[in-house]
């Protein structure tokens, strides 16, 4: 399946959106691949990916980590 990548503003912050293929079944999406992430320069090495759900109202962030504790970010949003 295809990504869609697109730099932003932000350095180094790239909107990667997926492809999703759906019939009367449901859906399938591939979340991550590495060789696309790294054919479009992300690198492919994630060590932790973390999955949280939050009630109403409730906003949650990201923390920004320098060096030597700068850490990649894979975000998906619903």
Do not use: W
């Amino acid at each position: 399946m295809d990504f869609r990548f697109e730099p932003l503003a932000i350095p180094e912050v790239v909107l990667i959106e997926a492809q999703v293929a759906a019939d009367d079944r449901g859906f399938f999406s591939e979340r991550f691949k590495r060789s696309a992430f790294e054919a479009h320069g992300v690198p492919g090495v994630f060590v932790q990916e973390n999955h949280s759900y939050s009630g109403p109202r409730v906003l949650r962030g990201l923390h920004f980590q320098n060096p030597p504790k700068a850490a990649g970010k894979l975000v998906g949003v619903i």
